[in-house]
């Protein structure tokens, strides 16, 4: 028997059986499910078993967050699944959730499986070039070429890998995929060696960021010469065509020489339009991304990489972040470098400063005995285990985590903090940071972001974390427990433990009323179908399902944040109560659209002022959820948050008290 057997089995029983589900892979930490019917999946019996931190569900992915075992549990559990290795991560015929949704498993499908290695070819090419700059060996020696060449090989040829995990992910038979990456490397068809033997015909979109030269044509049509190696999104463009050429031709070729006609029609018809059209868009595309993010980071580096680093650790939870990996591919491999994306390389050490900080200051054993490897898996750029662990349930260290993150990364947005190549996790990403000229100022700039990150957040967590009353009395009493006492030895009786209650009672006194600040339908909190708000972890208090367009204020105060898409707000009451308003699920993806602003950010306002106007209806063609959290975000500096028992409240009508 497996060490994980037994978990493995729990794990498919609790997730509908294994006729629940469609495909299975899995990434650092995770197991990512797609199940047939999500309804079927048992979230608690699962999060509390031993051997899963949580359960996430993101990107159409049902995720079962297992830590850095994950591969031991994943090769435990595919046996029972039935599914072969090559299948494991097919999508479903028929595409489910959003665009979003899909667009994010589409993204972590294609990517996931060669992560792993590109982190491994990066790590060898980036201590290659340390140790040229270190003066260990020289760059003309055979021992670098050999080195290089293990670094880079998989970074020229990467369409042949994307080609291949493309192929999976859009239903096509992988060595077709293969076989598209190959030829989009092949040497003759680069724009490269194109120039090099010919005369340019003409020029297409002269004047402009597209201009192309022209050297050859495809019986009479112009080709515009392009250097697809080492590239990311044409490949996977031309191979979902693909995909869709095969199906078609499966249809209506004869099932006697499907074996060899099927394929060659589908790369005849896939691979001009690929030399022709989808490659040269693709490529414009690429550049205009890569322009396009660099233009909005030109405008503010130090705020871009704020933001970077207050929100990475926030993507990571839901799995989101996967929609970020092909900006920074494309930026290594267009630029030459990414400077938009790295400032989340704080986020990675603001986590571990954390957590070694809990280590110190916990009385908590338990506690103790879960920080310091995770700690150490931090510190190699494997968080998840410390986030989903330690920090959310612990809440106030995960904030602080957070705010290190972006005091982080806008020191890297500042001092333009870049990575040149692909490759290592944590620790083992500084290498990739040493210029490729060989200059070590980049390096330096990597090692002080770090050395300020831990230090804020080791600080501030040492300064404001402490265990909560329950933590510290379960401590207390197990302490006593282990020395053979008990609670009543220690000479409290029933009768005094009941009057220290009402004492409690007696103390609860003052309270902060907080009124609806939209009229609808109450919600409990953890029926709300974002897990963030619905675990509390963001803060106490309900959801509204509005019955209008309008949120007004809840009390005298201010408005400490008005978000840019205006989909959430920031409110400061002015006896100090923080809350967030947050219209709808999802909707920043709306950038705006539907949406309304009566206020401005910093504004004082009084109860019932109009803060912000919405469109329902659009919202909900959209294809977005209405549920509003409203929450206390200081939750944790009061004794309680009560919400309303009402089921329905008008605008106006107390909604929550806030008890001190």
Aim: a negative charge.
């Amino acid at each position: 028997m497996g060490k994980y057997e037994n978990l493995a089995k729990e794990i498919v029983r609790n997730v509908g059986g294994k006729e629940n589900v469609s495909s299975l892979t899995h990434c650092i930490t995770r197991l990512r499910f797609k199940l047939k019917e999500e309804s079927l999946a048992k979230d608690d019996v699962i999060k509390n078993m031993d051997g899963v931190v949580t359960v996430m569900k993101s990107g159409g992915q049902y995720q079962v967050v297992i830590g850095n075992h994950v591969p031991e549990v994943y090769a435990e559990v595919m046996p029972l699944l039935g599914l072969e290795e090559d299948s494991a991560d097919k999508a479903d015929e028929t595409p489910s959730g959003n665009l979003f949704n899909r667009a994010i498993d589409i993204i972590s499908g294609i990517f996931q499986p060669i992560l792993g290695i590109m982190a491994a070819c990066g790590m060898v090419k980036g201590l290659n070039a340390l140790f040229v700059a270190l003066g260990w060996y020289p760059e003309t020696c055979g021992g670098y070429l050999v080195l290089n060449a293990i670094g880079d090989g998989l970074f020229h040829f990467l369409p042949l890998f994307l080609g291949y995990t493309a192929a999976k992910k859009f239903r096509l038979k992988p060595m077709i995929g293969l076989v598209i990456g190959a030829i989009m490397c092949y040497p003759t068809v680069q724009a490269g060696t194109l120039s090099a033997g010919g005369q340019v015909l003409y020029t297409l979109f002269s004047g402009t960021m597209f201009e192309s030269a022209v050297y050859t044509d495809f019986f009479g049509i112009p080709m515009i010469a392009m250097d697809y190696t080492g590239t990311v999104i044409p490949v996977i463009f031309v191979v979902y065509f693909a995909s869709k050429c095969e199906k078609f031709f499966n249809k209506f070729i004869p099932d006697l020489v499907k074996f060899f006609f099927v394929p060659m029609l589908t790369l005849l018809v896939s691979i001009p339009a690929g030399f022709l059209l989808i490659g040269p868009l693709a490529t414009f595309g690429s550049t205009l991304i890569a322009q396009g993010v660099m233009t909005v980071r030109n405008f503010s580096p130090m705020l871009a990489g704020a933001l970077v680093g207050l929100t990475w650790q926030i993507l990571v939870i839901f799995g989101l972040h996967w929609g970020f990996i092909p900006v920074y591919i494309n930026n290594i491999m267009t630029n030459g470098y990414d400077n938009v994306m790295m400032p989340f390389f704080a986020c990675t050490f603001a986590t571990s400063a954390v957590v070694l900080a809990i280590f110190f200051k916990t009385k908590n054993r338990q506690l103790k005995e879960m920080a310091l490897p995770n700690f150490i898996s931090g510190i190699f750029g494997v968080t998840e285990p410390a986030i989903y662990g330690i920090l959310l349930p612990l809440k106030k260290p995960f904030i602080i985590s957070c705010i290190a993150g972006c005091i982080g990364g806008g020191f890297y947005g500042a001092f333009n903090f870049r990575k040149f190549m692909m490759g290592g996790m944590g620790i083992f990403e500084f290498p990739a940071m040493i210029e490729p000229d060989g200059g070590m100022g980049n390096l330096i700039v990597a090692l002080a972001g770090v050395a300020i990150t831990m230090v804020i957040a080791f600080a501030a967590t040492m300064i404001f974390y402490k265990d909560d009353k329950k933590t510290a009395e379960e401590t207390a009493t197990g302490d006593r427990r282990a020395e053979g006492g008990s609670v009543e030895a220690e000479g409290e009786s029933e009768t005094d433990r009941e009057g220290k209650k009402a004492e409690k009672r007696a103390a609860l006194l003052h309270q902060t009323q907080l009124y609806s600040p939209l009229r609808g339908r109450v919600l409990k909190l953890e029926s709300l179908k974002d897990d963030a708000f619905a675990s509390g972890v963001l803060g106490k208090g309900v959801g509204i399902w509005p019955e209008e367009g309008n949120v007004y204020a809840p009390a005298d105060g201010v408005v400490s944040v008005l978000f840019p898409t205006l989909h959430a707000i920031g409110f400061s009451t002015d006896e100090g109560v923080e809350l967030l308003i947050h219209i709808g699920l999802d909707t920043v993806q709306l950038n705006g659209e539907g949406f309304q602003a009566r206020v401005a950010q910093g504004d004082r306002v009084k109860k019932g002022q109009l803060l912000v106007s919405f469109d329902m209806a659009f919202i909900e063609e959209k294809g977005y959820c209405l549920e509003t959290p409203v929450l206390v975000t200081n939750s944790d500096d009061y004794l309680e948050v009560v919400e309303t028992a009402a089921e329905h409240v008008a605008q106006g009508d107390v909604l929550l008290k806030v008890l001190k």
